[in-house]
Protein backbone atom coordinates (compact mmCIF):
# COMPACT_ATOMS: atom_id res chain seq x y z
CA UNK A 1 0.00 0.00 0.00
CA UNK A 2 1.20 3.61 -1.13
CA UNK A 3 0.70 6.57 1.16
CA UNK A 4 1.12 10.09 -0.13
CA UNK A 5 3.18 12.50 0.18
CA UNK A 6 3.37 15.24 3.67
CA UNK A 7 4.21 18.49 3.36
CA UNK A 8 5.67 20.10 6.46
CA UNK A 9 6.32 24.28 7.10
CA UNK A 10 9.60 24.46 9.08
CA UNK A 11 11.28 27.65 10.17
CA UNK A 12 12.70 30.17 12.65
CA UNK A 13 14.37 32.72 13.46
CA UNK A 14 18.33 32.69 12.51
CA UNK A 15 21.28 34.08 14.56
CA UNK A 16 22.72 35.72 11.16
CA UNK A 17 21.27 36.74 7.44
CA UNK A 18 23.51 33.80 5.60
CA UNK A 19 20.39 31.66 7.31
CA UNK A 20 22.46 28.65 8.64
CA UNK A 21 21.67 28.55 11.96
CA UNK A 22 18.55 28.58 13.73
CA UNK A 23 18.23 30.87 17.12
CA UNK A 24 17.74 28.69 19.93
CA UNK A 25 13.96 27.76 21.04
CA UNK A 26 13.14 29.36 17.61
CA UNK A 27 12.19 26.42 15.58
CA UNK A 28 8.99 25.80 14.32
CA UNK A 29 7.18 22.74 12.69
CA UNK A 30 3.72 22.95 11.55
CA UNK A 31 2.09 20.14 9.45
CA UNK A 32 1.49 17.50 8.43
CA UNK A 33 -0.09 18.89 5.95
CA UNK A 34 -1.85 16.15 3.15
CA UNK A 35 -1.56 18.72 0.16
CA UNK A 36 0.95 21.49 -1.08
CA UNK A 37 -1.76 24.06 -1.12
CA UNK A 38 -2.51 23.81 2.85
CA UNK A 39 1.10 23.91 3.15
CA UNK A 40 1.68 27.24 1.24
CA UNK A 41 -1.49 28.60 3.44
CA UNK A 42 0.01 27.77 6.34
CA UNK A 43 3.53 28.87 4.90
CA UNK A 44 1.94 32.28 4.25
CA UNK A 45 0.14 33.07 7.55
CA UNK A 46 3.27 32.36 9.16
CA UNK A 47 5.18 34.23 7.00
CA UNK A 48 2.98 37.42 6.94
CA UNK A 49 2.94 37.20 10.84
CA UNK A 50 6.67 37.47 10.92
CA UNK A 51 7.68 39.56 7.94
CA UNK A 52 8.76 42.23 10.09
CA UNK A 53 11.42 40.29 11.35
CA UNK A 54 14.43 40.17 8.99
CA UNK A 55 16.10 37.06 10.39
CA UNK A 56 12.58 34.94 10.47
CA UNK A 57 12.24 32.20 7.47
CA UNK A 58 10.16 29.44 6.20
CA UNK A 59 9.96 26.66 3.84
CA UNK A 60 7.88 24.10 2.59
CA UNK A 61 9.39 20.68 2.88
CA UNK A 62 8.03 17.57 1.24
CA UNK A 63 8.12 13.76 2.98
CA UNK A 64 8.44 11.70 0.08
CA UNK A 65 5.50 8.80 0.30
CA UNK A 66 6.77 5.60 1.89
CA UNK A 67 5.37 2.38 1.02
CA UNK A 68 4.47 0.28 3.94
CA UNK A 69 3.22 -3.87 3.95
Same mark, same amino acid.
Given at each position: ??? +??? %??????? &????? %?? !??????? /?? /? +?? &? !?????????? #????????? !???? #? %????????????
Amino acid at each position: MTK +GSN %FWVIGGE &FGSMN %FH !KLVEGSA /QV /Q +GP &F !KTRKEAEDAW #RTVSEENRH !KAGV #R %FSIVEEPSRVSA
